[in-house]
C-alpha cells in the first residue's frame, strides 16, 4: 500500500451524529418521536437544543449555511439558539486569537 502511494491518497474519516436527515435538496427533517411531546407538551427546550446544535455541527464539517428558514415557534427558537451559539464560538475564537498573538508578541519582547 505505500510504495504504491495509497497512504498519501487517504482522507480522514470522521462520524457525525447528527439527528437530521435530508428531506429534499434544501430540507432537513429530524426524526424524533417524542419531539412533539417534548417541545410542546413539556415545555422542553431539549428539542431545540438539539437542533441548534445540529445545526452547528453540519455547519462545521461542510461550512457557514447562508440562509435558513423556519416555521413555527420551536423552530424559530432553534434558529435563535443556534445564532447565539455560532456568535459565541466566533467570539471565544477571536478571543483565543488575540491570546495567542499577545503571547507570541509578549515573548519577543
Known sequence: ?????VWSSL?????LACPLAPWDDDVLTM?????WADACSRSSPVAAEQVAQ??????????????IKAKGDVSCQAVQLMLTKRRQQTLEAEDAAEAAAA????SSA
Open 1 to 5: 500500500w505505500q510504495a504504491a502511494g
Open 11 to 15: 482522507a480522514v474519516v470522521t462520524e
Open 31 to 35: 426524526e424524533w418521536p417524542s419531539l
Open 54 to 67: 445540529s445545526l452547528l455541527d453540519i455547519q462545521t464539517v461542510f461550512g457557514h449555511i447562508p440562509d
Open 103 to 106: 503571547a507570541v508578541g509578549g
